[in-house]
């Protein structure tokens, strides 16, 4: 996500030191207008997972304040309605954060979108301007690096080469043969301009990285990262001391590392052994040792390392599931390090969530203003329509009040208006005579949109009388939602 950083308060001087509690960021969405504004903290910078600090609530302009309570330099992520927005915030420092509009550099393709900000701070210290100059500038340093990154980031992969190739067959890259002798020339390019911006960087950035731990550990991760990548050894032995699963540029090292951790060049005997230490073993210290038979380690990191693969093969299906939660379970079990045993907790949730069944319960409240709650009203079949202003929406609305008039006795149909305000709700049902439906305003709420995983408006669930969700897609009115309920009452006549 681009976050645009206003540097023009920053100078290179050197950091104060914080005794502050608290941080404060005065923000502007114009979502937030009379909406709920949510800080949640994230978790590790793997899983991503986020854990809600505080909230506010924007006032009839967009404008909100946050105070967040905080020891140490944190990763925020800001929502409000579907758009959310991250940050990094100090102890005892002041914001102004605007939300400006969808990030186009990324692919989004759900309803809730990360945004564009623009952060502004009076401070010099602001962590969140220097990992921006960093980003900036490692951005910087790829690009003129292009072709040799663009070679080494492949891993030498031959289809990699030849779609690059295709794309633009008067590059650089054409100049690179097939051979292993080629990829040698372009990790050897690429080190040595590598080494000579790790010094420029540095000493620009001295009297900083000599104050902030935390920029001068995002520093060296970032450059670890790319050293990796020319098969460095020596990030690998100064990372020992800089395990933070909070600092993202830590973690894309991990991943990068980890990324054929589990697929290790072993003769027959030896694979047979792996693969029944991996089915069999308990101890996961064992399993590390095998993998590091020829090479000194540190187990502690190699623990992290273990687990940040064992997500790599669950979402690369080359595991089952079973296999990776066995595996996941002797972690939790023998690992000694705190670190990989909290990435595999947040791991495990990160699976549950997906695969998660019961409805989560929640309060709405309905046009006289009375309390309108999930579990309360849940006592039988029960299909929740969200839906917007579009036309989609108006079809499918005229379409499910048809459908209501006819399964009113055997399901509890409920549409749930998304509209960024009351009068845009009640403008969408005003020509409709919705005589059979239950409608609420849901406003774009985005805990209500996280809670529930709505994925995009319009979007319906289904749930049986205990709460539970019936259907891994439901469908929409036009869809033919009909077909489900018909196969659900012959069920049940059964």
Request: glycine residues 4%; proline residues 2%; aromatic residues 12%.
């Amino acid at each position: 996500m681009r976050i645009i950083a206003s540097l023009f308060f920053f100078t290179l001087s050197l950091f104060a030191s914080v005794f502050g509690q608290q941080a404060e960021i005065n923000g502007f969405a114009s979502l937030a207008k009379d909406s709920k504004v949510y800080a949640f903290e994230v978790s590790d910078g793997i899983t991503n997972q986020l854990s809600l600090l505080t909230q506010t609530s924007g006032d009839s302009n967009g404008n909100f304040n946050l105070k967040i309570p905080l020891k140490q330099t944190k990763s925020l992520v800001i929502c409000t309605g579907n758009a959310r927005t991250r940050i990094w915030v100090d102890p005892n420092q002041q914001y102004k954060l605007t939300f400006l509009n969808p990030d186009t550099t990324i692919t989004q393709n759900g309803f809730v979108q990360f945004w564009e900000s623009r952060i502004e701070s009076n401070s010099p210290s602001t962590t969140n301007a220097l990992i921006g100059l960093i980003n900036n500038r490692i951005a910087e340093f790829i690009s003129n690096n292009t072709y040799e990154y663009l070679l080494l980031k492949s891993n030498t992969s031959q289809a990699s080469i030849q779609r690059i190739r295709e794309k633009n067959p008067t590059s650089d890259i054409v100049k690179f043969s097939d051979s292993q002798d080629s990829t040698r020339k372009a990790e050897s390019k690429f080190n040595e301009s590598l080494l000579a911006f790790e010094t420029t960087i540095k000493e620009e950035l001295r009297e900083v990285i000599e104050q902030n731990s935390f920029v001068e550990n995002y520093l060296f991760c970032k450059i670890g990262h790319l050293k990796t990548l020319t098969g460095g050894s020596d990030s690998y032995e100064e990372m020992l001391k800089r395990i933070d699963m909070t600092n993202p540029a830590f973690c894309e090292w991990v991943e990068l590392f980890s990324r054929n951790y589990l697929d290790p060049k072993l003769i027959k005997v030896e694979k047979q052994k792996f693969d029944t230490l991996l089915q069999k073993g308990e101890e996961l210290e064992e399993i590390i040792k095998f993998l590091n038979l020829e090479n000194s380690f540190n187990l502690e990191l190699e623990e992290v390392i273990f687990a940040s693969a064992l997500r790599t093969k669950y979402y690369s299906r080359e595991w089952s599931e079973a296999f990776v939660s066995r595996l996941n379970q002797v972690v939790s079990a023998s690992s000694k390090s705190s670190t990989a045993k909290k990435l595999i907790q947040n791991f495990e949730k990160e699976i549950r969530e997906k695969s998660e069944r019961d409805l989560r319960d929640f309060t709405l409240y309905d046009d006289s203003g009375e309390a309108w709650v999930f579990s309360k009203q849940c006592d039988r079949n029960m299909y929740l329509y969200f839906f917007n202003s579009s036309k989609t929406s108006q079809r499918d609305l005229a379409l499910l009040n048809q459908l209501a008039s006819k399964y009113k006795n055997d399901f509890s149909i409920i549409a749930i208006g998304m509209q960024h305000s009351y009068d845009e709700y009640s403008k969408a049902l005003h020509s409709l005579k919705l005589s059979n439906l239950t409608t609420i305003y849901g406003g774009n709420d985005y805990k209500l949109i996280d809670d529930l995983r709505i994925q995009t408006v319009p979007f319906a669930i289904e749930t049986n009388n205990k709460g539970k969700i019936s259907f891994n897609y439901t469908p929409l009115p036009s869809e033919g939602i009909q077909v489900k309920w018909e196969e659900i009452l012959r069920k049940n006549k059964k």
